[in-house]
């Protein structure tokens, strides 16, 4: 089941979009995840996190929710971040359950 698009995919949108900026994710040296959020704002206020994931030999281990918080408290910061949206498969239940636990600080699905 996929869960999350391909990386490479996810690059050539960055290099195509120049308003989406790519992000390792690394912890000790070691790139654990990815993650492409747009670092321009849409009209209604909102930001997107386009892409976000972790690989999966380094998933439960809390990288993931270290990494999108702190992408969250840098875009919340802006004075013009109404909302954050993140796009996600809507079946990816651990994504849903992490984006719920961050539910309070701007985050939308």
């Given at each position: ?14 290099t ?7 992000y390792?994710?690394?912890s ?20 997107w996190?386009l892409?976000?994931?972790i ?27 109404k ?11 651990a ?11 701007k985050?939308e699905?």
């Open positions: 089941m996929e869960l999350v698009a391909c990386n490479a995919d996810s690059l050539l949108h960055a195509n979009e120049l308003t989406s900026v790519p390792g994710i690394f000790e040296g070691m790139m654990v995840g990815f993650i492409l959020f747009d670092n321009e704002i849409y009209k209604d206020g909102y930001y996190i892409r976000f994931m690989d999966e030999r380094f998933q439960g281990k809390g990288y993931g929710k270290l990494a999108i918080g702190e992408v969250i408290k840098m875009l919340s910061a802006r004075v013009v971040c909302q954050i949206r993140v796009s996600h498969i809507p079946h990816n239940i994504a849903n359950k992490l984006y719920k636990d961050l539910g309070s600080q985050l699905s």
